[in-house]
């Protein structure tokens, strides 16, 4: 993403896009995964985070960032005026591969995916295998999420 700095400005000046997805729900995390959960977390989503706070505190918006203890979910909160503004944030979770419906692929009926999934307080949405995204698509779902919510 080359200019996400420049879509946050547009989007606190009201200029705004709109590029989103639809979700997908899954179910929670176990505990083989949780040391790959940990590494998306402290590898992508916290440096993204780290990323937004700075920009937006150029745009007069404070930010929190919190970890849970097991470090599978990372929450950015963004403030206006004291008062809460926007909630975004990204969980790992594991998600069932769907050839149980087919039984000559009996072999693979127990592997599971890394997903993220992304909350907010309107709900959440499915961003998809923590494996294929960086910290410029956890900035990029930000933005997105952001635009919708300013649009609102």
Not at 41 to 49: C, G, H, K
Not at 79 to 107: C, L, S, W
Request: glycine residues 4%; hydrophobic residues 35%; negative net charge.
């Amino acid at each position: 993403m080359n200019n996400w700095k420049d879509r946050l400005r547009d989007i606190l000046e009201g200029k705004i896009e709109d590029e989103s997805e639809a979700p997908v729900p899954g179910e929670r995390i176990g505990e083989k995964a949780e040391v790959h959960v940990t590494s998306f977390i402290e590898n992508s989503v916290l440096p993204a985070f780290r990323e937004l706070s700075a920009e937006l505190e150029k745009h007069k918006r404070c930010s929190v960032i919190d970890v849970d203890e097991q470090k599978t979910e990372a929450s950015l909160k963004v403030y206006f005026q004291d008062a809460e503004e926007f909630y975004y944030a990204v969980r790992g979770r594991t998600y069932q591969k769907g050839d149980f419906a087919f039984p000559q692929h009996a072999e693979t009926q127990n592997e599971s995916s890394l997903e993220a999934e992304v909350i907010l307080r309107s709900g959440s949405h499915h961003m998809g295998d923590i494996n294929s995204f960086s910290m410029d698509d956890i900035i990029k779902d930000f933005l997105d999420e952001y635009s919708k919510w300013a649009k609102f």
